[in-house]
């Protein structure tokens, strides 16, 4: 009997630390704030501005680009400039976003804005 009680303990101390243990996702959803900051969907407080890391693609300047040319006659240049598409704006307040963790975990790296279907 007691070799029973022992192992159902073992069992039950086995099952909770493999509970606390378990990584969590990989991917997450979260929310930029008013002040930058990200809300994650999963945890309550809001990870800071620059504490974060974010792609390149949500950082893209505008415009993207200025083209210059001279003109005719020696008059000066003419410049042309590259917008960028609105759907590459950069993160704003309440953009939903996906959230990669890296590093263990440790690093959270906002890949990309989500949008409804």
Known sequence: M???GVSKLAQV?????????????????GTIQDDMSLKLDRFAVPIPKGEY???????????????????VGDHGTHSHEVPRPSQLAPLSPSDRVLV??????????VIDVVVSS
């Open 2 to 4: 007691t070799n029973s």
């Open 13 to 29: 101390i086995a099952e909770r630390i493999a509970s606390q243990t378990q990584r969590p996702d990989v991917l997450e959803l």
């Open 100 to 109: 990669a963790w890296v590093n263990d975990g440790m690093d959270p790296v």
């Open 53 to 71: 890391l974010i792609c390149r693609s949500l950082a893209l300047p505008d415009p993207l680009a200025t083209t210059a040319e001279a003109t």
